[in-house]
C-alpha cells in the first residue's frame, strides 16, 4: 500500500465552512469526486443504498467518489468540507475495495487541518448554491481544477499532504478495514484490480475466471459473494464510472469515450450507461454543462 500511494494526486476542487438548514435536502446525489465532510454543529443525514449515517458534532467523514446517496437536514447543520478529484497512476481508487461512506472521531490535528487548508487555498467555496446539480458542472471543475495550477509549489504539496492525512484517518478506521474473519481471496481481489487497469480491453467473464484458473461458474459465484455483484455487472459499473468522469471532466465525443471504456458500438454504450445510471450520455452530460 504505502509504495501504491505515491502514485496518488490530488486534485482540489472545493473547500469551505457552511450553515445548512431543512433546505439542504438533496436526493440521488452521485459525484465523480471525493467529499469529506467535518460537521461542527448540529445534525443531518446521508442516506445509501445500503445504510443511513447520522451526520453528527465532532465526526468527519468521508463519501467515495460514485457513491449514490441522498443528503438532508432536518433543522440546522453547520460544517467544513472538501470535494477532491483522485488520480492514480493505475487508475486504481484508494477505496477500491470499500465504496462505503466511512465515519471517524475527528480529533483537533483533523480540524486544524481542514482550517489550514482553506487558508492556503482561498476562493475554493461554492458561492453559487448548495445544490448539486448546480455547481457539478464541468466548466465549474475545469475553472476550480486550474486553480490547482497557479498556486506555489509549497502551497500544491502542502495541500497534497492534508489531504492525505485526512485520508488516511478514515483508512486506519474499522469501518474501513472491516472484518479479517472473512478475508477476499487473492484471486478475486487480483480480478478486480485487472479490470480497473484493462476497461478498455476486451474483457469477458470467461477470461476472467482463465486468468484466475477457476470455472466459470464458480469463478462468478465467488465473484459475486465477495463483491456483491456478478463480474459482469462489476464491469459495466467501473465502466460507466470512468464514463462519467471523462464526461465531467473531458471535452471527448460520446464516441471516443465509449472506445476508452471498452464499448464495442456507441448504442452499446448508451444502453448499459442508462442501465447503470438511469440516465442516457446525453442527459447526464446536459447535468454538468453551464445553463
Known sequence: MNKRLLGYNFSLLHVDYVKL?????????ISPYFRIYYIDEGEGLISTKQEKI???????????SFTLCHLSCDLYLSQYFLHFFEESADGISIFENNRKVV???ASETDVANIRKLMNINPGRGINRSDNPTVYEKNAYYKGYQDLNYTVSDSVFFETQGIILQLISRFLN???FKGSNDDPVPSKILDATRYIQLN???????????GRANLHQDYFSRLFFKYT???????LHEKRIERAQYLIATTALSFSAIAEKTGFENLPHFSKIFKNVTSLTPGQYKKLNALV
Not at 21 to 29: A, D, G
Not at 199 to 209: F, H
Open 199 to 209: 476497461l478498455s480491453e476486451n474483457l469477458t467473464v470467461n477470461y476472467l475466471a
Open 21 to 29: 438548514s431543512e433546505k439542504w435536502n438533496y436526493p440521488n446525489v
Open 173 to 175: 478506521s474499522r469501518q
Open 103 to 105: 465515519k471517524v472521531s
Open 228 to 234: 456483491g455483484q456478478r463480474p459482469l455487472a462489476y
Open 54 to 64: 447520522k451526520l453528527e458534532e465532532g465526526f468527519l467523514y468521508i463519501i467515495p
